[in-house]
């Protein structure tokens, strides 16, 4: 088959979907990645073929969410967002029309999902949607966009329909920029005022989720067209070897801490950057600190620091005593996977739901939302992650769990069924 993926965001949000395209292209498929173009190394040092939904992902953040983001208001950001959607759907169309040519599946998740139905239908080619963190409506739990909003304990109806809701505040945030891709480049006719869930989910459309059914047990009522198939790791690209100064650096003591906040900006790196140094020093540990997008920088870091750049987590992280990082998706899948404690400092949007998620699982303590941050409670989780052995036990038990898993293999399985159900 020739499949093209649609994946928009942030690096955690693009890599799992180069995992599975890489999955696929050592299955025997084609894989076309439309991305926006900060990742353009990264897919085709994989041996994808990239094509540019265009803009620059981190440019736009930073001119955009950086002053909000740290307050955690999705509501706000959703609204900031929605308006740098408008600038980059007409691109994304045109260039979509000429990645999707000739495919046989168009595959997307959240990021990419209006376009992706958008092409599909234009083109008559059939669509499957992949997600990072449940979308599908169930009253087990509450939707993880709206378990930062104050709410006491949801009955099952409201569970419902707290993914009712939190689906139409995403889709109305594209809605406007979805219109101009369809009428102004597709020559297509607007999509419904309440965006395609509904059909989708009255059509049977089938849908894969890429996390492990260790984090959430798929609910009991979801139907059987709904699939866990478990997380898809990128491991590092063949001939990639860590920085020689890291791994001095990590072989001259105890298993330092890992301190990251990934693609989450930070209106003052340098007052962050001090936050995190005194709460190392506090609990007395070692640590690497990612800088990320964040710009987290020291001139004169102490010799118990080392700051990285990009770094494969599935190399560092097994490596770390415990992580400290902002519980998005991909980089908690990547700490539960390396059985080290998590230390979830959640901004906005899935964050804080998987923050009680690790809570909950006993592989990490509550997590501290970052307007909350301070030197005290940092230094306090630093220490209960690398003190408490029941903890410690719980995460390794869960990262030797989710280790036995191979998520891109059974994803990769069921994307072959779903084309050939023979």
Same mark, same amino acid.
């Given at each position: 088959?020739?499949?093209?993926?649609?994946?928009?965001?942030?690096?955690?949000?693009?890599?799992?979907?180069?995992?599975?395209?890489?999955?696929?292209?050592?299955?025997?498929?084609?894989?076309?990645?439309?991305?926006?173009?900060?990742?353009?190394?990264?897919?085709?040092?994989?041996?994808?073929?990239?094509?540019?939904?265009?803009?620059?992902?981190?440019?736009?953040?930073?001119?955009?969410?950086?002053?909000?983001?740290?307050?955690?208001?999705?509501?706000?950001?959703?609204?900031?967002?929605?308006?740098?959607?408008?600038?980059?759907?007409?691109?994304?169309?045109?260039?979509?029309?000429?990645?999707?040519?000739?495919?046989?599946?168009?595959?997307?998740?959240?990021?990419?999902?209006?376009?992706?139905?958008?092409?599909?239908?234009?083109?008559?080619?059939?669509?499957?949607?992949?997600?990072?963190?449940?979308?599908?409506?169930?009253?087990?739990?509450?939707?993880?966009?709206?378990?930062?909003?104050?709410?006491?304990?949801?009955?099952?109806?409201?569970?419902?329909?707290?993914?009712?809701?939190?689906?139409?505040?995403?889709?109305?945030?594209?809605?406007?920029?979805?219109?101009?891709?369809?009428?102004?480049?597709?020559?297509?006719?607007?999509?419904?005022?309440?965006?395609?869930?509904?059909?989708?989910?009255?059509?049977?459309?089938?849908?894969?989720?890429?996390?492990?059914?260790?984090?959430?047990?798929?609910?009991?009522?979801?139907?059987?067209?709904?699939?866990?198939?478990?997380?898809?790791?990128?491991?590092?690209?063949?001939?990639?070897?860590?920085?020689?100064?890291?791994?001095?650096?990590?072989?001259?003591?105890?298993?330092?801490?890992?301190?990251?906040?990934?693609?989450?900006?930070?209106?003052? $790196?340098?007052?962050?950057? &001090? +936050?995190?140094?005194?709460? !190392? /020093?506090?609990?007395? *540990?070692? @640590?690497?600190?990612?800088?990320?997008?964040?710009?987290?920088?020291?001139?004169?870091?102490?010799?118990?620091?080392?700051?990285?750049?990009?770094?494969?987590?599935?190399?560092?992280?097994?490596?770390?005593?415990?992580?400290?990082?902002?519980?998005?998706?991909?980089?908690?899948?990547?700490?539960?996977?390396?059985?080290?404690?998590?230390?979830?400092?959640?901004?906005?949007?899935?964050?804080?739901?998987?923050?009680?998620?690790?809570?909950?699982?006993?592989?990490?303590?509550? $997590?501290?939302?970052?307007? &909350? +941050?301070?030197?005290?409670? !940092? /230094?306090?989780?630093? *220490?209960? @992650?690398?003190?408490?052995?029941?903890?410690?036990?719980?995460?390794?038990?869960?990262?030797?769990?989710?280790?036995?898993?191979?998520?891109?293999?059974?994803?990769?399985?069921?994307?072959?069924?779903?084309?050939?159900?023979?």
């Amino acid at each position: 088959m020739q499949i093209t993926i649609i994946a928009g965001g942030s690096r955690g949000d693009i890599q799992p979907y180069v995992a599975l395209g890489t999955g696929l292209k050592e299955a025997g498929h084609t894989v076309r990645v439309l991305a926006p173009q900060d990742y353009q190394d990264l897919i085709t040092t994989y041996g994808l073929e990239f094509f540019d939904m265009g803009g620059g992902v981190q440019t736009m953040a930073q001119s955009q969410i950086q002053d909000i983001v740290e307050q955690g208001n999705i509501l706000k950001i959703l609204a900031v967002t929605g308006k740098g959607a408008q600038q980059l759907a007409l691109q994304s169309a045109v260039n979509g029309l000429v990645a999707c040519e000739g495919s046989d599946l168009i595959l997307a998740g959240f990021a990419g999902l209006s376009n992706g139905l958008a092409l599909a239908e234009k083109l008559g080619i059939p669509f499957l949607q992949a997600h990072l963190m449940p979308f599908t409506p169930t009253s087990e739990f509450p939707s993880v966009l709206t378990s930062q909003l104050p709410q006491t304990r949801l009955t099952r109806w409201a569970n419902g329909l707290s993914h009712r809701f939190a689906q139409q505040m995403m889709w109305q945030m594209l809605r406007s920029a979805d219109n101009k891709a369809r009428t102004q480049v597709l020559q297509m006719a607007p999509a419904s005022f309440w965006g395609p869930f509904a059909s989708l989910q009255q059509n049977s459309q089938p849908i894969i989720y890429g996390y492990s059914p260790q984090v959430i047990s798929p609910p009991a009522d979801w139907p059987h067209y709904i699939h866990v198939t478990g997380y898809w790791f990128l491991e590092p690209p063949a001939g990639w070897e860590p920085p020689n100064d890291l791994v001095h650096f990590l072989q001259a003591g105890p298993a330092p801490v890992y301190v990251g906040f990934g693609s989450m900006l930070s209106r003052k $790196p340098e007052e962050t950057t &001090d +936050l995190v140094l005194k709460a !190392l /020093a506090r609990s007395g *540990q070692r @640590a690497v600190l990612s800088s990320g997008w964040g710009g987290l920088k020291k001139e004169d870091l102490p010799e118990t620091v080392f700051m990285v750049g990009s770094i494969p987590h599935s190399w560092l992280f097994p490596k770390m005593a415990a992580v400290v990082h902002h519980g998005g998706a991909g980089t908690t899948g990547a700490g539960l996977r390396a059985g080290i404690p998590s230390i979830i400092t959640p901004f906005f949007g899935d964050q804080p739901f998987w923050g009680q998620r690790v809570c909950a699982l006993g592989v990490g303590p509550q $997590p501290i939302p970052r307007r &909350d +941050l301070t030197v005290n409670n !940092l /230094a306090e989780a630093i *220490q209960c @992650a690398i003190t408490d052995r029941t903890m410690q036990k719980n995460a390794a038990n869960v990262g030797e769990r989710i280790r036995a898993e191979n998520g891109i293999a059974q994803a990769v399985a069921v994307i072959e069924k779903i084309r050939n159900p023979k």
